[in-house]
């Protein structure tokens, strides 16, 4: 695949992604991504797969481009695309990812309390994150657009 084709197909999805449905919805559903490891059931865990395969996909390019979660999804792209925009965003992903395997291994064992912990404190550093991006996305666009 060349440099080009992946650039057009992160665009593809990142342009969808945007819409506010497509990223509240994922964003509300992060506590589903353990359900597999508490239940330990593979149906749960191809009902998730699935679920997270086709969210970003799901709703058309948003209409307009002007609301939080559609600014933050495309200045990920733009993050993603040049990471000196903002590189202590590459800590703070670091920290959501732990969070999130420390929630997965607490849900592994049945630790509810840990699970709810780890699961929160993940959900609102994305506010965060996603408030950073969001500023990174307001930065590229000229005056008149926003």
């Given at each position: 695949?060349?440099?080009?084709?992946?650039?057009?197909?992160?665009?593809?999805?990142?342009?969808?992604?945007?819409?506010?449905?497509?990223?509240?919805?994922?964003?509300?559903?992060?506590?589903?991504?353990?359900?597999?490891?508490?239940?330990?059931?593979?149906?749960?865990a191809g009902a998730t797969a699935?679920?997270?395969?086709?969210?970003?996909?799901?709703?058309?390019?948003?209409?307009?481009?002007?609301?939080?979660?559609?600014?933050?999804?495309?200045?990920?792209?733009?993050?993603?695309?040049?990471?000196?925009?903002?590189?202590?965003?590459?800590?703070?992903?670091?920290?959501?990812?732990?969070?999130?395997?420390?929630?997965?291994?607490?849900?592994?064992?049945?630790r509810c309390g840990v699970v709810?912990?780890?699961?929160?404190?993940?959900?609102?550093?994305?506010?965060?994150?996603?408030?950073?991006?969001?500023?990174?996305?307001?930065?590229?666009?000229?005056?008149?657009?926003?």
């Open positions: 695949m060349t440099t080009e084709t992946i650039a057009s197909l992160r665009r593809a999805l990142f342009a969808r992604h945007a819409h506010p449905l497509s990223a509240w919805s994922r964003w509300a559903t992060t506590p589903v991504l353990l359900v597999p490891l508490w239940t330990r059931s593979t149906v749960a699935a679920w997270f395969a086709v969210n970003p996909v799901m709703t058309p390019p948003p209409g307009r481009q002007d609301a939080f979660a559609t600014r933050a999804m495309l200045g990920e792209e733009l993050w993603a695309t040049d990471r000196s925009r903002d590189p202590g965003m590459g800590r703070v992903n670091a920290v959501g990812s732990a969070l999130l395997g420390l929630g997965a291994v607490a849900a592994w064992k049945h709810a912990v780890c699961v929160t404190a993940n959900m609102a550093l994305t506010m965060y994150s996603w408030s950073r991006y969001a500023a990174i996305r307001d930065a590229e666009r000229p005056r008149s657009l926003r």
